[in-house]
């Protein structure tokens, strides 16, 4: 089974703080892993993926993120936040796309408060 | 806009009452999801369909009941409301390794 692990539930920063959001998948083989962001009231949006190759993806509005395998880790950053960023994020895992059907797990969310 | 359209956007139901959720992608794709997102929860799997003519149960499936018309369509029904199904409920579709493209939800009251 795979499983998904965000730590912070809630981070606050002032605009032009730089962010780092940590995410934790379980999953015993190969793996996609994926960033979705929710501005308020609207419906998830993906920010960056990971398949394969260069363990640093980079997404849309200045999102990276970087996979390292052998910590199971898949950390959300930005340099440099603007208000604008406030948001809900979802870390996501998808394994096994032949056996797994691409059926996605998802972490709790971490809810982004961006103080101008 | 090409995408993934839900209907309806906001419902309000009463204990018992029945009711079906659709889902249209135009996209071409070949899997579609149903998910139930709850505050503090995530979002969590209640069906899903990985081709035209198949469907398999997520991770919270009972209530709930799916068809797949079509390539096109995926819908959700409830038979008989409950108050723990108040949700928002999202459709999504996905083409091989790429991420999925989410529907606008439908946010469901039952009462």
């Known amino acids: 089974a795979q499983s998904v692990s965000q730590h912070n539930h809630h981070v606050i920063l002032s605009e032009a703080a730089s962010l780092e959001l940590g995410c934790n998948y379980s999953?015993?083989?190969?793996?996609?892993l994926f960033w979705y962001v929710q501005y308020p009231g609207q419906h998830l949006q993906l920010l960056l993926k990971?398949?394969?190759?260069?363990?640093l993806v980079k997404g849309i509005k200045g999102f990276e993120a970087e996979f390292i395998k052998s910590k199971f880790s898949f950390n959300l950053r930005k340099p440099s936040v603007q208000w604008s960023d406030t948001a809900e994020y979802f870390c996501?895992?998808?394994?096994?796309?032949?056996?797994?059907?691409?059926?996605?797990?998802f972490g709790d969310g971490t809810t982004l408060t961006v103080k101008p | 806009n090409a995408g993934v359209t839900q209907t309806p956007k906001f419902q309000v139901l009463k204990t018992g009452q029945s009711m079906t959720l659709q889902c249209a992608q135009d996209m071409n794709h070949n899997s579609m999801y149903w998910y139930r997102q709850d505050p503090g929860m995530g979002l969590r799997l209640i069906y899903y369909s990985a081709s035209e003519g198949t469907t398999d149960k997520g991770e919270v499936p009972n209530g709930y009941n799916v068809s797949r018309l079509n390539k096109r369509e995926f819908s959700l029904r409830l038979e008989s409301a409950a108050p723990s199904q108040t949700s928002v409920y999202f459709c999504a579709s996905r083409a091989g390794a790429y991420g999925y493209t989410f529907g606008s939800g439908t946010r469901l009251t039952v009462v």
């Open positions: 999953y015993g083989g190969t793996v996609n």
């Open positions: 996501a895992v998808m394994g096994g796309l032949n056996t797994n059907a691409g059926k996605s797990t």
């Open positions: 990971y398949f394969s190759g260069d363990p």
